[in-house]
T-cell receptor, first 111, second 113 residues
Framework: DAKTTQPPSMDCAEGRAANLPCNHSTISGNEYVYWYRQIHSQGPQYIIHGLKNNETNEMASLIITEDRKSSTLILPHATLRDTAVYYC????????????FGTGTRLQVTL | DGGITQSPKYLFRKEGQNVTLSCEQN?????MYWYRQDPGQGLRLIYYSQIVNDFQKGDIAEGYSVSREKKESFPLTVTSAQKNPTAFYLCASSDSGYSYEQYFGPGTRLTVT
């Protein structure tokens, strides 16, 4: 699985959009980009994933650059409950295999 | 309610004792996983199982053992051979569908003194 690079921490004001970047310059053509988040002392929660097209669900949007070397997770209206560590992971889909978690980005949403 | 349960939430043991962590899922998922998380770190894979009666070592399997006798259960035993067992242990499962996103349990925090 390709390695990812994320900033260690970010702040966002409540109600504003939170844009979390991820670099994955060595991603392969069959590797998807997954995002998970982990609220303190809880298990990680799946957010969204994509291959090359932008994706949106009820939680977030995922924007993947045309060359697929980077992506951005967007939380459109951040709330205090979005304070968590966000992990960007790239892996081949369709296989029951490990998720390689780095240290992620710690997002702090403030009033 | 479908989901993954882990018990207990907190577990304390003396050094030299084996301890078994429970993981049960009612999502009808084929695959199950065990991860370990140390403070300020990401998750590391201990073992995973794609089907009943079969499992594979992950990145840090030494000092751990598992069994998969039932689809819904994947217990993890932390043996006395594990040198630094104190950690947060997370169980996950995934289905055999297209996206394979993993669903995580609430975790068990094990402290060995």
């Amino acid at each position: 699985d390709a390695k990812t690079t994320q900033p260690p921490s970010m702040d966002c004001a409540e109600g504003r959009a939170a844009n979390l970047p991820c670099n994955h310059s060595t991603i392969s053509g069959n590797e998807y980009v997954y995002w998970y988040r982990q609220i303190h002392s809880q298990g990680p929660q799946y957010i969204i994933h994509g291959l090359k097209n932008n994706e949106t669900n009820e939680m977030a949007s995922l924007i993947i650059t045309e060359d697929r070397k980077s992506s951005t997770l967007i939380l459109p209206h951040a709330t205090l409950r979005d304070t968590a560590v966000y992990y960007c992971i790239v892996r081949v889909s369709g296989t029951a295999s490990k998720l390689t978690f780095g240290t992620g980005t710690r997002l702090q949403v403030t009033l | 309610d479908g989901g993954i349960t882990q018990s207990p939430k907190y577990l304390f043991r003396k050094e030299g004792q084996n301890v078994t962590l429970s993981c049960e899922q009612n999502l009808n998922h084929d695959a199950m996983y065990w991860y370990r998380q140390d403070p300020g770190q990401g998750l590391r894979l201990i073992y995973y199982s794609q089907i009943v009666n079969d499992f594979q070592k992950g990145d840090i399997a030494e000092g751990y053992s598992v069994s998969r006798e039932k689809k819904e259960s994947f217990p993890l035993t932390v043996t006395s051979a594990q040198k630094n067992p104190t950690a947060f242990y997370l169980c996950a499962s995934s289905d055999s569908g297209y996206s394979y996103e993993q669903y995580f349990g609430p975790g068990t925090r094990l402290t060995v003194t």
